[in-house]
Nanobody, 128 residues
Framework: QVQLVESGGELVQPGGSPRLSCAAS????????MAWFRQAPGKEREFVAG????????YYADSVKGRFTISRDNAKNTVYLQMSSLKPEDAAVYYC?????????????????????WGQGTQVTVSS
């Protein structure tokens, strides 16, 4: 069982650079692939970024590539999402997710049903 707790959501101006954190419980954090998803009102939950369990390969949605960076600190059981050049369309509830699956294809990371555990979400609002 893994519990995920996100933090760092805030009201930011366009162009801002907030950092989201996701703290995981348990001693097996390094065995999980991690990802960030987001969901805006009236829209489906969408993949934002993912990171493999050990070698740290990362994957990004085209909409955030070059602006967002996902990273993990296995010693702290934490995954981060550094956001930059924020746009109004980035406003959403951001969710952290953990997957115990062994996936070799980047597309596997994009599918919400491949994740076993989810956090409660943290709100990012973009407004001037």
């Amino acid at each position: 069982q893994v519990q995920l707790v996100e933090s760092g959501g805030e009201l930011v101006q366009p162009g801002g650079s907030p950092r989201l954190s996701c703290a995981a419980s348990g001693r097996t954090f390094s065995r999980y692939a991690m990802a960030w998803f987001r969901q805006a009102p009236g829209k489906e939950r969408e993949f934002v970024a993912g990171i493999r369990r050990s070698i740290g390969l990362t994957y990004y949605a085209d909409s955030v590539k070059g602006r967002f960076t996902i990273s993990r600190d296995n010693a702290k059981n934490t995954v981060y999402l550094q956001m930059s050049s924020l746009k109004p369309e980035d406003a959403a509830v951001y969710y952290c997710a953990a997957s115990g699956g062994l996936y070799s294809s980047s597309s596997d990371y994009y599918t919400p049903s491949n994740y076993d555990y989810w956090g409660q979400g943290t709100q990012v609002t973009v407004s001037s």
